[in-house]
């Protein structure tokens, strides 16, 4: 027998858990600045975070998915992508709508349940929180045609799971975007849980990135608690895409520091061990570390942020309380263009005047 | 003005929309150079291009998730699914995601496709390729299902059902392909969606169909004309949402109604239009309403296919009974 096809897959990291360079720094984090930029949003996630348990957890939001542990993956995707591109996202990427004009007001108002969260002012064309897994894949196929069709220099960035690599949806996508040359993104997170299923029960693959070779697509790993890492493959990733290079996919290694969501009790089964060593690879201690090091940062500037953050957290939470309720209107007035005949009826009664 | 078949019709209309719009595509397994299996998408490929012709990969998923991605960006995809029977796939997608897309943005976003799907029984297929899921969709909010009758129906309906914002499930009676042919304009006109339309006016007996059954109740109601009996034909056309004012109209007018189907019976569509006469027309039944469905069975292989249908027979046998009631 001989061999028709031979495969690796690469590996990322350029600042390690201790804030080490081992790599060579990409041209975007020479200034330190621009890294401070990316610092100062990874803390806004982590304000806006608690928040949003705390609200929960005092009957103020419904179950929220906490994004705790995925600060640098959320950051190093929002901060590669250009407004014009199109974000379609699960529901642990508020950090990537924050960054891409999503107010923290919005974010408060989807997960208090109220379908105007999703009507955001800032990027109109990126899709809605998809909420099936994986579903959302094909969306972005879609979506990265038209572009293609249109010969426009725009991608599709697809955020998705470790979870959703199980799924036919994923692989029937990406194997199209292949097939296509698409411009799309698929950013991977893989935060080693699936609810209560670990990385390792998931899939006997090796690596989750090795998934796209079997599509014919480019990939790679990258260390998804260095937010220069994967800013870095990210912008790589759009490059391609834009230039006609097709598709990627990019599987980011991190951690979920939280329960799946507040309705989740993750001490059923994790062991805490398992989180304190992860707690040790937390994305937004290393590039502190990093840019201290660097003489970027020190005490007064974090604290001056952090004061900073949790006021925006707060007055957008309470401008979120003092949101008027939505009126069962709501239910009607955007089902279709214009609501059918048969339905007037129906929300006359809905709304107790008929 | 050409004569033209079913199948034709739908060709006709997507090279209409095509020319008109440079934002229609169509897409799905075989499409392109093969025409489509039962070449309803015949010469578009020759004509617009490998790139708004799609041949796609075979996964039913996928092409309706595209679709929706193609939809929200701004393109009007029309996708096929080459039977019914292998669009249960494709049920995830249009609950979950074409019919929320505009609600669940409170009309930020769109989805404005259409997704064809050859269905019904009749052309002595393998398994799954005569499936009737019309009940399926109608039960999901924000969609529209729509159902033709025949050549001029199939091509009005279809140019409708591209130019309308939201999503539709377009079902064509595979049956009715080929079997007759109609004079179609080829005007550019679109027919009327969520109405029914009365395919033969008759003042003693209403029946309900849609899809290939209207064919078989106009058939009833000929040979009942015979007999004396003066049946009005509706064609449903759209099933959801419902013209139900049309079909209680009717039954005002003839005190009787017979719905045809030819989906298996439990929580058909045809339970539905019986249930809103149930609600809204009981004073002007003077018998009550009969169903004539497929078996609660799954559809049969060709050799028992004849046994399964609901035929000309069992419509006229559903309408002596309300005639004879009371």
């Known amino acids: 027998m001989s061999v028709v096809a031979r495969f690796e897959i690469r590996y990322l990291q350029i600042l390690d858990p201790q804030g080490n360079v081992v790599a060579p720094l990409p041209e975007f984090a020479h200034a330190p600045q621009r890294l401070v930029a990316l610092y100062r949003w990874m803390v806004l996630m982590r304000a806006y975070d608690a928040k949003a348990i705390a609200l929960q957890r005092t009957g103020q939001i419904n179950t929220f998915a906490s994004l705790l542990g995925h600060e640098a993956v959320n950051t190093g995707v929002a901060s590669a992508m250009d407004k014009d591109d199109v974000f379609l996202m699960t529901y642990r990427e508020n950090g990537v709508q924050l960054m891409r004009g999503v107010t923290l007001k919005e974010l408060f108002l989807y997960w208090g349940g109220d379908e105007r969260g999703s009507d955001y002012a800032g990027p109109r064309g990126d899709f809605a929180i998809c909420i099936t897994i994986a579903a959302h894949a094909a969306h972005a196929v879609g979506a990265a045609y038209a572009m293609k069709l249109r010969r426009e220099p725009r991608a599709a960035v697809c955020a998705l799971g470790d979870g959703a690599t199980s799924k036919g949806d994923f692989y029937e996508a990406i194997n199209a975007a292949g097939a296509w040359k698409l411009p799309v993104v698929f950013a991977l997170t893989n935060n080693q849980w699936a609810i209560s299923v670990p990385r390792a029960k998931q899939s006997a693959a090796q690596t989750l990135a090795q998934k796209a070779i079997a599509a014919g697509i480019e990939c790679l790993q990258v260390d998804g608690n260095d937010v220069i890492a994967v800013r870095h493959a990210m912008d790589e990733a759009l490059e391609r895409a834009r230039s006609g290079g097709g598709p990627t996919l990019i599987e980011m290694l991190t951690y979920r520091l939280s329960d799946h969501t507040t309705a989740d009790d993750a001490t059923r089964y994790r062991n805490p061990d398992e989180v304190a060593e992860a707690w040790k690879r937390d994305p937004i201690v290393r590039l502190r570390t990093y840019l201290t090091a660097a003489g970027a940062w020190n005490k007064a500037a974090e604290d001056a942020l952090l004061k900073d953050c949790n006021e925006q957290v707060q007055a957008a939470a309470q401008a979120y309380l003092d949101t008027p309720p939505p009126t069962a209107k709501q239910m009607f007035d955007h089902l279709y263009a214009q609501l059918p005949a048969v339905l007037h009826k129906q929300r006359a009664a809905a709304l107790g005047d008929d | ?326």
């Open chain 2, 1 to 326: 003005m050409a004569q033209i078949t079913l199948v034709e019709a739908v060709n006709l209309a997507l090279k209409r929309e095509m020319e008109r719009d440079p934002a229609v595509v169509v897409l799905g397994e075989d499409v392109g150079v093969d025409g489509g299996v039962f070449r309803a998408t015949l010469g578009l490929i020759e004509r617009y291009g490998p790139e708004r012709v799609i041949d796609t990969p075979l996964a039913e998923a996928l092409i309706t998730g595209m679709a929706i991605g193609m939809a929200v960006e701004g393109l009007k995809p029309v996708a096929e699914i080459q039977f019914s029977g292998f669009g249960y796939t494709t049920i995830d997608q249009v609950v979950n995601h074409a019919g929320r897309m505009r609600h669940r943005t409170q009309g930020r976003l769109s989805c404005p496709l259409v997704l064809r799907m050859p269905c019904g029984a009749g052309i002595h297929a393998p398994e799954h390729h005569s499936e009737s899921p019309e009940a399926m969709f109608a039960h999901v909010p924000g969609i529209r299902v729509v159902y033709p009758s025949s050549p001029r129906r199939a091509y009005g309906l279809l140019l409708a059902a591209i130019r309308d914002p939201d999503p539709v499930v377009f079902l064509e009676p595979t049956r009715l392909y080929r079997l007759f042919k109609e004079e179609v304009a080829d005007d550019g006109e679109a027919l009327p969606l969520d109405a029914c339309h009365t395919a033969r006016e008759g003042s003693d007996v209403t029946v309900a169909a849609w899809g290939a059954m209207v064919h078989e109740s106009l058939a009833a109601a000929d040979a009942l004309a015979e007999q004396g009996v003066s049946a009005e034909v509706l064609d449903v056309a759209t099933l959801k949402p419902l013209d139900l004012d049309t079909i209680l109209a009717s039954v005002a007018k003839t005190g009787r109604c017979v719905i045809v189907t030819e989906a298996a019976r439990t929580c058909s569509f045809a339970s539905e239009i019986a249930a809103g006469l149930a609600e809204e027309g009981l004073l002007s039944l003077l018998a009550p309403v009969q169903r004539v469905t497929g078996y609660d069975v799954v559809v049969p292989l060709p050799r028992l296919e004849r046994h399964y249908m609901p035929d000309k027979g069992r419509i006229i046998a559903a309408v002596k009974k309300t005639l004879a009631f009371g």
